[in-house]
């Protein structure tokens, strides 16, 4: 049984930072992917950054290149998405998810596991 707890959301100006924290219990880094998706009031879920577990690769949405990174603790079991240069359109439920499967990395309907998600909320 995979479960997948989120920390680390808040309120933030814009400008600001925060870092998501996904604790994984029961899944294995081996192969596939990580990912955190946001959902925005009256939006369909957006993939914002995935992590090929084996390799490292890295995936992000345009909307967030060169602001957010994402990134692993195999040790601690531990996802990490640090978001800098938050803004307001940045503002939604942030969900940590996962998937044994080696393909579509920022798509949400091909992820199996998800988190209970964390909000974040960047005011101008």
């Known amino acids: 049984q995979v479960q997948l707890v989120e920390s680390g959301g808040g309120s933030v100006q814009a400008g600001g930072s925060l870092r998501l924290s996904c604790a994984a219990f029961g899944y294995t880094y081996s192969s596939g992917f990580m990912g955190w998706f946001r959902q925005a009031p009256g939006k369909e879920r957006e993939g914002v950054a995935a992590?090929?577990?084996?390799?490292?690769?890295?995936y992000y949405a345009d909307s967030v290149k060169g602001r957010f990174t994402i990134s692993q603790d195999n040790a601690k079991n531990t996802l990490y998405l640090q978001m800098n240069a938050l803004k307001p359109d940045d503002t939604a439920m942030y969900y940590c998810?996962?998937?044994?499967?080696?393909?579509?990395?920022?798509?949400?309907?091909?992820?199996?596991?998800w988190g209970q998600g964390t909000q974040v909320t960047v005011s101008s």
């Open positions: 992590l090929n577990t084996a390799g490292s690769s890295t």
């Open positions: 998810a996962a998937k044994y499967r080696n393909w579509y990395p920022l798509r949400a309907s091909d992820y199996n596991y």
